[in-house]
């Protein structure tokens, strides 16, 4: 199998968002109880945060990280996490059947954040939540002082505002699954008073509105235009959502980018329709703010009870290499799409799990993450790619190697990101970088390997990268050999 990739440093796509590289914490099974938060640990710090998380969560370079949901966001009064712990109320949580004792909340959260070198990505509740809501968490969080909200927040440990200044306007609230699941109508019009309301209170946030939870729903591409249509001058971003899962044919697996890949298209196009149709000079962008690997068809009754092992994936080999090309792909439309949630960040669909009062671990999909949140950053070049191809059940005919470039011109340093989704062949990649003056590669990495259904745990770690050879090029050409079923880091000094 051959391919050749052409590389021309004036052939811009656009500048990577730092906010591509997000992640989500939600309050959801193990994520927070036992995740990142376990009083008595012997790894915790004095607030019970633990530092073997926080650790790896600093090695990934984290940008924002969206909280406090997901599901659990329809549902959860924000004021029930502040004020002393021993008088929070102790709610269910309807949304994943759990006990929600209260004892992390906004502020307690802020100070993680703070810790693990990250943003926060607010999100407010569409669901039993109103506009007024809304408005009074921007102002305890943003506001300076002088008012209930912000003199509480004071009051509560924090004298400076938190500044979290991008904000979901609810979460997936096409779903007929969300607690007070809206029509497109309904939420347009809910949506665009409950901006207004947070834009009055601090102008200088970035706000979110709900588009499509997935591709599979009735409503989409439709409920998108219908939102827009409302929201679209006061609303910065809108949000998609994908998840993709084995349904047993492993190469319709490894094509899973070919559909987040048309999916980031139709909801370009859509915005733009809406543009057009506004006659506006404003263009939306996209917040991916959740996409991961994620099996949903297995079920997980438990009874009601604080922190369940539910939604734990433990990602293989094959996981990794889907999650590849997935990050590929969300690179090459870092001109519209801005933002990108990991979904989500420790133990729940997750790249580290933890086991209460033991270690943690890296997932396989950690890897593909950190490669990208390290090296993804600079401008994206649009590659000439000629590769062979592989039919597939689901999709048809796509590429059998897919290619994502970013340039990091202060630094003057080039990465290719390959993925060679063939099981059985080795891909021989003729790279061209004739367009820059010289190039010598610096680092390469593969991850790979015999046994695609390979999972790391705490006693070992079977899946992570791999140095491999160097290679010279010469005249600035390169013959690369990527092999079966691998994710590869190329990077070069130009």
């Avoid at 633990?50 to 997901?70: A, C, N, Q, T």
């Avoid at 601090?202 to 989409?220: A, F, N, P, R, W």
């Avoid at 791999?466 to 190329?490: F, H, M, R, T």
Wanted: aromatic content about 12%.
């Amino acid at each position: 199998m051959k391919a050749k990739v052409t590389l021309v440093k004036e052939f811009e796509l656009g500048k990577v968002d730092n906010n591509l590289f997000s992640s989500f914490i939600e309050h959801l099974g193990r994520a927070i109880y036992t995740g990142i938060y376990e009083p008595g640990h012997p790894d915790a710090d004095q607030e019970g945060f633990r530092k073997d998380v926080i650790e790896m969560v600093k090695d990934l370079k984290v940008s924002l990280v969206r909280y406090p949901g997901g599901n659990f966001l329809s549902g959860y009064n924000w004021k029930d996490g502040i004020g002393p712990l021993d008088k929070r109320p102790v709610r269910l949580d309807r949304a994943w059947h759990s006990i929600e004792p209260n004892k992390i909340g906004l502020d307690e959260f802020y100070n993680w954040s703070q810790k693990a070198g990250t943003e926060i990505m607010g999100a407010v509740n569409m669901g039993t939540g109103s506009p007024q809501d809304a408005g009074d968490i921007i102002e305890y969080c943003n506001f300076q002082g002088g008012t209930y909200w912000s003199d509480l927040r004071k009051a509560n440990g924090h004298k400076d505002p938190l500044k979290i200044k991008t904000w979901c306007i609810g979460n997936e609230m096409d779903g007929p699954w969300q607690i007070g699941h809206l029509t497109a109508q309904e939420y347009g019009r809910k949506a665009l008073e409950t901006a207004k309301i947070m834009k009055m209170t601090d102008e200088d946030i970035k706000l979110i509105v709900c588009g499509s939870s997935t591709t599979k729903m009735q409503t989409y591409p439709e409920w998108d235009r219908i939102v827009l249509e409302h929201t679209y001058d006061i609303a910065d971003y809108i949000s998609i959502h994908r998840y993709y899962e084995n349904y047993g044919n492993d190469d319709d697996f490894l094509a899973s980018f070919y559909d987040m890949d048309n999916f980031i298209k139709t909801a370009c196009a859509t915005c733009d329709y809406v543009k057009a149709l506004k006659r506006s000079k404003k263009t939306i962008y996209l917040s991916f703010d959740e996409w991961n690997v994620w099996y949903q068809r297995k079920k997980e009754p438990h009874p009601w009870m604080t922190a369940p092992r539910i939604l734990e994936e433990h990602y293989t080999l094959l996981d990794a290499l889907v999650f590849g090309g997935l990050a590929i792909t969300l690179l090459n439309h870092a001109d519209r799409v801005k933002i990108a949630c990991l979904a989500q960040l420790v133990n729940v669909i997750a790249p580290i799990f933890t086991e209460p009062g033991k270690g943690a671990y890296r997932q396989s999909i950690y890897y593909p993450f950190k490669d990208m949140s390290l090296f993804g950053r600079g401008k994206v070049l649009r590659p000439v790619i000629k590769t062979d191809t592989k039919i597939t059940e689901k999709f048809g005919q796509v590429p059998a190697t897919i290619y994502s470039a970013v340039l990091d011109e202060e630094k003057s340093e080039l990465t290719l990101f390959a993925l060679n989704t063939s099981k059985e062949e080795i891909c021989q990649l003729e790279l061209d970088l004739s367009s820059f003056e010289k190039s010598t590669m610096f680092y390469r990495s593969e991850l790979t390997g015999n046994d695609l259904t390979a999972k790391n745990s705490l006693e070992s770690e079977k899946v992570k990268p791999c140095s491999a050879e160097i290679i010279k090029g010469d005249k600035n050409l390169y013959q690369i050999p990527l092999k079966a079923a691998s994710w590869n880091v190329l990077r070069f000094k130009v």
